[in-house]
């Protein structure tokens, strides 16, 4: 079955700084990736979905690239604040209904003022 | 707009004693329902997902149980709590039609602690 590794686990980094976290995948077949952001205590908030096979996904202070011929998926966030602080996790599905996600095991990831 | 209600918030249990945790969905006919598992730590393990009333499909049981009694709800239920189940229970939905009707909706999860 699909298998997912996600890294880095945890990520220290510094206001204004760049933090990149880095998906790999298995299955050729994976359709849809998505991108979760955790709050502490709290539940999983939807960021971001592609699917293109090169693909460029700007959101609010952050871009996704999928690279389906690598099998990567990466998530920027360009100049972190400490709001950014939080547990992110990708995910892959296929594309039948049953609506499978594969998740990474997440990345910590803090940002100090 | 749909909403995903978890029902209770948080729950202390005693180990051996009997579990029902709820999730309900408004504003979505048919929705594909799930049922995740997050230990202390952060992974993610969907136990249970059901495509329709009366469905559900297991995906690791961790001796939990969970009905789809009425279109809009899913029930996660156990009668012996075991201390490894405490942890945080999400329930998901989504439109589950392939594709990026795969996307997974989260409520707001239940904190469960077994002592």
């Known amino acids: 079955g699909e298998q997912v590794e996600q890294r880095p686990p945890h990520l220290s980094v510094r206001e204004g700084d760049s933090a990149v976290i880095t998906c790999t995948y298995t299955?050729?077949?994976?359709?849809?990736f998505f991108w979760y952001k955790q709050e502490p205590g709290a539940s999983l908030q939807l960021l971001m979905k592609v699917f293109s096979s090169t693909e460029i996904n700007e959101g609010q202070g952050f871009t996704v690239l999928l690279n389906k011929k690598d099998k990567r998926l990466s998530l920027n966030l360009t100049a972190a604040h400490p709001g950014d602080s939080a547990a992110y996790f990708c995910?892959?599905?296929?594309?039948?209904?049953?609506?499978?996600?594969?998740f990474g095991d997440g990345t910590v990831l803090t940002v100090k003022p | 707009a749909q909403t995903i209600h978890q029902w209770p918030v948080a729950e202390i249990k005693a180990v051996g004693s009997p579990l029902s945790l709820g999730c309900t969905i408004k504003?979505?006919?048919?929705?594909?329902l799930y049922w995740y598992w997050q230990a202390t730590g952060g992974t993610l393990q969907q136990l249970f997902y059901?495509?329709?009333?009366?469905?559900v499909e297991s995906v690791v049981q961790l001796n939990l149980s969970a009905s789809r009694p009425k279109d809009d709800q899913f029930i996660l239920s156990t009668e012996k709590l075991l201390l490894s189940h405490s942890g945080f229970y999400l329930c998901?939905?989504?439109?589950?039609?392939?594709?990026?009707?795969?996307?997974?909706?989260f409520g707001a999860g239940t904190r469960l602690s077994v002592l």
């Open positions: 504003g979505k006919s048919s929705p594909n």
């Open positions: 059901s495509i329709t009333v009366g469905q």
């Open positions: 998901a939905w989504s439109r589950g039609t392939g594709g990026s009707q795969n996307t997974l909706y």
């Open positions: 995910a892959v599905s296929d594309n039948t209904n049953t609506g499978k996600l594969t």
């Open positions: 299955d050729p077949n994976s359709y849809y």
